[in-house]
Structures are given as structure tokens and as C-alpha cells.
């Protein structure tokens, strides 16, 4: 008789990382409100969405919570007669199949979003960086609402079971020197607060599928920037 398949819900928060409905995340939220590094997260999380599919989706679907977070118009529908984006409609630059199977760097993420109306850059960690400079963009960045943090980061230097993940940051609290990460596999971690000396190990720890350090693609509206927007050679999609 075939045994049973093994199935899993969630799995359990190593101590590092606070779940964001604890007592200690809601106080952690509470302290940071007065501080304004809590404006991202009014904006990002208000489309907070689980991962599409298990694996290499993590990257689609922080993209595209940016996206809807951003007003953007995908200018196709998704379900009639309704237009808004799915992980999807993101298939020009890398086909879907192989990022579903292999994931998406944080450079063709940037590509991608840039086929989509969103301007950006990549930042990956050298030797020569350090948590001050990292800390300063994250308290630049949740200062903003019109700004976007996708984290490139090594799961098992967290603790947590998994390797290689992306997901975007949903604040900070600089009393505790906390991040917030609105993990996109909700079905596998539930968003958490970590240390972001903790954070910072896990950034600039080697990304396995490129053998260079992980990172973070910061976004914004293409329209908001001065300067030529970067067109988008790849498949045209068909508008409504």
C-alpha cells in the first residue's frame, strides 16, 4: 500500500525572527509608527499577496505587489473586464516555466520591472560595504511612500528553513533596530521582524544560483524620475 504523502502548514519562526501578530511585532509596529519608517508599509502592504507558486515565484510576486501597490496599469486584462497584474503576465525577459523552476536574479527582476513602467537599481554587497551604508538605505527607503525594497537574502542565515528568497520590506523601527519583511510564501513564514545586523548576514552571504553576494532592487515609478525611460525590447504584450 503507498504510504501517505507528508504534507506541511507553515513552519515555526526560529527566535530570531518576531511574528508581526505577536505581542512583541505589534509593539515593534507601534514604536515605529511616530518615527515615520512606517510609511512603506501602508503602501506596499495594502497588496500584500501570498506566493503564486512554491519555489522560484518569490521574485514575480514581490514584483508584482510593487506593481498594484504603485498604480500601475498592466493595460491587459486580468479577469473581465478587470486590468490588474498576476505573476502571470510577467513572462517577457525570462519565460515562466524557468523561473519557476530556477527563480529570478535580482537584475532581470530590475529588467523586468522595467518592462513594466517602474525605474529602479540593483545593489549587490561587496567586501568593501558595510551595515551602516545598508541601514541608512533602509531608513531612506521606509521613509517613503512612493519607494519599494525587494530583499535578495539567504534564508538559512535567518534560521529558517530554505535557501536562496525574495521578498520586500514592509518597515523599520529604529529603537530596536528591527526589519520588516512581508515574506511572500505565506504559507510558508508568516511576515516577521528580524534584527537588522541578522538581515544584514543574510544579504551579504553568497547567492548560490549566481555565486555572488545577495542584495536588494530598489523601485519607483518610471514616470516620477526625470531622464529616458528604458524601453522594453521584449515580447509585445496585447493591450485592452
Not at 500584500?48 to 518569490?58: C, I, N, R
Request: proline fraction near 5%; charged fraction near 25%.
Amino acid at each position: 500500500m503507498a504510504s501517505r504523502l507528508k504534507t506541511c502548514y507553515r513552519n515555526v519562526l526560529p527566535p530570531s525572527c518576531i511574528p508581526f501578530t505577536s505581542d512583541k511585532g505589534k509593539k515593534y509596529f507601534k514604536e515605529a509608527l511616530p518615527t515615520g519608517h512606517m510609511n512603506c508599509y501602508f503602501v506596499i502592504g495594502s497588496q500584500y499577496k501570498t506566493q503564486e507558486e512554491p519555489g522560484g515565484y518569490s521574485g514575480l510576486s514581490s514584483l508584482v505587489m510593487v506593481l498594484n501597490a504603485f498604480h500601475i496599469d498592466p493595460g491587459i486584462v486580468w479577469k473581465w473586464p478587470f486590468r490588474w497584474y498576476h505573476e502571470d503576465m510577467l513572462h517577457c525577459c525570462t519565460p515562466l516555466e524557468e523561473i519557476r523552476k530556477n527563480g529570478i536574479s535580482i537584475e532581470n527582476l530590475l529588467r523586468l520591472a522595467r518592462c513594466n513602467n517602474l525605474e529602479g537599481h540593483v545593489k549587490r554587497f561587496s567586501v568593501e560595504s558595510n551595515i551602516d551604508e545598508f541601514r541608512d538605505v533602509i531608513k531612506n527607503v521606509t521613509l517613503k511612500e512612493d519607494v519599494a525594497m525587494i530583499l535578495s537574502y539567504n534564508r538559512s542565515t535567518l534560521g529558517q528553513i530554505g535557501s536562496g528568497h525574495l521578498s520586500p520590506i514592509g518597515g523599520y523601527n529604529p529603537i530596536e533596530d528591527k526589519v520588516l519583511i512581508l515574506d511572500v510564501e505565506r504559507f510558508k513564514y508568516p511576515p516577521h521582524w528580524v534584527c537588522l545586523h541578522d538581515l544584514w548576514n543574510a544579504i551579504k552571504s553568497i547567492d548560490e544560483s549566481t555565486g555572488l553576494p545577495h542584495g536588494y532592487v530598489k523601485l519607483w515609478r518610471a514616470d516620477t524620475i526625470i531622464g529616458e525611460k528604458l524601453s522594453c525590447n521584449c515580447l509585445e504584450r496585447k493591450k485592452f
